[in-house]
């Protein structure tokens, strides 16, 4: 119990000087670098995954947030709404509804407790105040795509009259079954766009994963160009080793973000990238360097 107390002070004090309270403050001595007081543009909707900063309590990424100059959150669950709605943070992605990322809509078996549970989270989605709760595919387990694209169009059509009425999009995630996610059904955009397609409602989107798609697919801003009215939120993070997307990797973020801010797209943009800069201060660094290269 002390260390975990000691380790939260720590933790406070590395967000305390990341605003600038200490003269020592990396995040501070940034926001004294030409164009890092600026506000930011307006033209991409800003959000970071909460996962990939979990070294932080809600509370903390709230505030670093805040400071940055956005204000968005990805995947957090009902359990810590009220967080966000303490600092005026909005739940861009919301979780919490799925089993897990392998027991998905592809699979008739999964469709039972899928279905109960993702209709209690569109209510929760909805009474919040939100819009977007993420769903997945799940791994195929030799299944044929043609059939998983079958199963799941039944599956989600059980719901997607109640996401209508709700206001709340669902959206599947695109992930690389290479490297990250071995087996997984949804990880190409077409068998992604397929099931858009026979489903046919505006409350069905996919999240078009940049890293996962670069690892898979390539092309990434003509697929954005030409495929745009099915994406309804975007993830980033570095290629290779889903890390900074900074000169290490071999993305180029702005001419990505000017192509999604071509198609008048509304939704938003989340950093998803695991930062392996080696001080909590640093890792924050990451973040709002990230933010800035995003920032068309």
Known sequence: ?????????????????????????????????????????????????????????????CQVVKRIGFSAIDLIGPGEWHILKEHGVDSSMCNGAEPSLEEGWGNAEHHSGLIESYRKHIDLVSEAGYQNLICFSGNARGMDPEDGLKAAVKGLKKIMAQAEKRGVV????????????????????????????RLDSPNFKLLYDIYHMQIMEGDIIRTIRDNHQYFGHYHTAGVPGRHEIDESQEL?????????????????????????????????????????????
């Open 1 to 61: 119990m002390t260390d975990t107390l000691d380790r939260r002070s720590l933790l406070r004090g590395a967000v305390a000087s990341a605003f600038g309270i200490t003269s020592l403050s990396a995040l501070g001595a940034l926001a004294q670098k030409p164009g890092n007081n600026t506000p930011l543009k307006g033209n991409i909707h800003h959000s970071v995954a909460r996962w990939t900063y979990d070294f932080l309590s809600v509370e903390e990424l």
């Open 170 to 197: 669902l959206q599947m995630e695109l992930f690389n079954s290479k490297v990250n996610h071995p087996d997984y059904l949804c990880d190409n955009t077409d068998w992604g766009i397929e099931l858009c397609k």
């Open 252 to 296: 180029y973020y702005p001419a990505i973000m000017r192509a999604i801010e071509a198609v008048d797209f509304q939704g938003y943009v989340a950093q998803e990238f695991i930062p392996q800069r080696a001080t909590d201060e640093q890792k924050i660094e990451s973040l709002q360097a990230a933010i800035r290269i995003c920032d068309i």
